[in-house]
């Protein structure tokens, strides 16, 4: 009996993009894939990015002089309920996942205002946001906490023992999350491969607190995915992986992703002034002044950092939208400069030819 022979797979390519890549940000490209899979794997993976990946926080936390949360310091600006809030944001890189401690002894005739680098932890932990501040202080004021730190994943409730509201040891409880990365969302696009159009793009992009780095949590979380699948194989596994491979026209498939991007924009008025969009004075001030002059400028922004904008506000917002929309733009675009001049470029050589 002749050995079964299977139709390959299209695999894919991953390209990140290193313009924006950092220690907290880092967005994916992976094309070509078989149809529909953009979505089963994006899905899968921002699960997994977000729940799944492991870190260190701070769980429980003696203050000297407090033996609950609703109390205050003398000498101390803030609440213990916000030094609490403040102490739960402490960004913890843990060198061996182990639980650990750190201590915060400061006195307020030598610092008025109280950031994570004034404290000392173990040797195996490493603080991440140094600037954060804790609470401030007055010249009389004392900072004296012990931090407990625990490993885990995704988010856990404060682990009060039952039965008792105060601690013999005055310790407080945090519920705490875990989970170095903050937040994950993908699109999925279609990409050409030789004349067919019916595959995906997936476009992953992954935001983390600092603790771990894009390429790390993307690691991470496909690890996981892959121990979990492994164990619904119920037979020898099928080698796809030596069946198939990714498209060879490396050229061709580059080239579609300049044209996709491009795809239904109008690339004559992106390297144009703002002007273009006939907006109110204040909107169009607004955008001048954070140094936003261009279309091309305007539509690589996302509704988030327009939001940031001084005095451009949701009503600003709204209105550059629709006069965008109008043109077949919008916000989040992430259009290079280089592609806009290529397509200008090959519009020019192709009515030249004409």
């Known amino acids: ?88 944001q402490i960004v ?50 004392i900072f004296d906490i012990t931090f407990f730190v625990e490993p885990g994943r995704g988010y856990k409730p404060a682990k009060w023992p039952l039965g008792s509201a105060l601690q013999a040891d005055n310790r407080i409880y945090l519920d705490a999350m875990f989970s170095p990365v903050s937040r994950v969302y993908f699109d999925v696009e279609k990409t050409r491969v030789g004349k067919s159009i019916d595959y995906d793009k997936l476009i992953l992009r992954i935001h983390t607190n600092g603790a771990i780095n894009p390429n790390d949590a993307l690691n991470y979380a496909v690890s996981v995915l892959r121990t979990q699948l492994e164990l619904f194989l119920v037979a020898s596994e099928i080698p796809f992986n030596e069946i198939s491979e990714v498209p060879h026209i490396k050229e061709e498939v580059e080239t579609e992703v300049e044209e996709s991007v491009l795809k239904g924009v109008p690339v004559e008025l992106l390297l144009k002034s703002i002007d273009e969009l006939e907006l109110t004075a204040r909107s169009h001030n607004c955008l001048e002044n954070h140094g936003i002059k261009r279309i091309l400028d305007l539509v690589n922004i996302s509704e988030d950092e327009g939001l940031k904008i001084k005095n451009f506000g949701r009503k600003s917002l709204n209105e550059v939208k629709d006069a965008m929309k109008g043109l077949d733009l919008s916000f989040g675009m992430n259009i290079k400069e280089e592609d806009v001049i290529k397509a200008l470029k090959q519009r020019g050589a192709s009515e030249s030819e004409k």
């Open 1 to 88: 009996m002749s050995k079964k022979e299977y139709q390959p797979l299209i695999l894919p390519r991953l390209q990140w993009d290193k313009k924006n890549l950092s220690k907290t940000y880092g967005e994916l490209v992976a094309q070509p894939m078989e149809q529909g899979f953009g979505i089963t794997l994006g899905n899968a993976l921002r699960r997994a990015l977000l729940a799944a990946i492991e870190g260190s926080a701070v769980t429980s936390v003696i203050i000297k002089g407090v033996n609950n949360e609703f109390s205050s310091l003398p000498g101390v600006i803030e609440d213990v309920m916000q030094i609490l809030l403040n102490i739960k």
């Open 92 to 141: 913890i890189f843990n060198k061996t996942g182990e639980a650990g401690k750190m201590h915060l002894k400061v006195s307020g005739d030598k610092h008025e205002k109280v950031t994570v680098a004034d404290i000392q932890s173990d040797d195996h932990l490493e603080l991440v946001n140094k600037d954060h501040v804790i609470g401030h202080l007055s010249e009389d004021g």
